[in-house]
């Protein structure tokens, strides 16, 4: 079992940036695909960003690509996202996810994913 702790949301204006982190406890980091999803009020969960479990390939929702990075530092068992040129429908509660897995791909359905964070809100001003 993983345990998620997000941290590093906030109040930003339009353009401005934040990174994102999850820190993660428990099991094997290394063993884990990671994930990025955001939920804005009234809309479903959605993805954001993820890496495969040995770190070899991630993929972004084309409302972030060019925008957003997400890295994951093994030694620290952390994830992050950094967010580059904000905009107010990029709005939402961030969560950080995990999923047990050893197959190199990319899972975009939060349902792939075994455990969540509390989340961290993000909020961006017009």
């Known amino acids: 079992q993983v345990q998620l702790i997000e941290s590093g949301g906030g109040l930003v204006q339009t353009g401005g940036s934040l990174r994102l982190s999850c820190a993660a406890s428990g099991r094997t980091f290394s063993a884990y695909a990671m994930g990025w999803f955001r939920q804005a009020p009234g809309k479903e969960r959605e993805f954001v960003a993820a890496?495969?479990?040995?770190?070899?390939?991630?993929e972004y929702a084309d409302s972030v690509k060019g925008r957003f990075t997400i890295s994951r530092d093994n030694a620290k068992s952390t994830v992050y996202l950094q967010m580059n040129n904000l905009k107010p429908e990029d709005t939402a509660v961030y969560y950080c996810?995990?999923?047990?897995?050893?197959?190199?791909?990319?899972?975009?359905?939060?349902?792939?994913?075994?455990?969540w964070g509390q989340g961290t809100q993000v909020t961006v001003s017009s």
């Open positions: 890496f495969s479990w040995n770190g070899g390939l991630t």
């Open positions: 996810a995990a999923k047990s897995t050893v197959v190199p791909i990319i899972f975009r359905g939060p349902t792939s994913y075994d455990y």
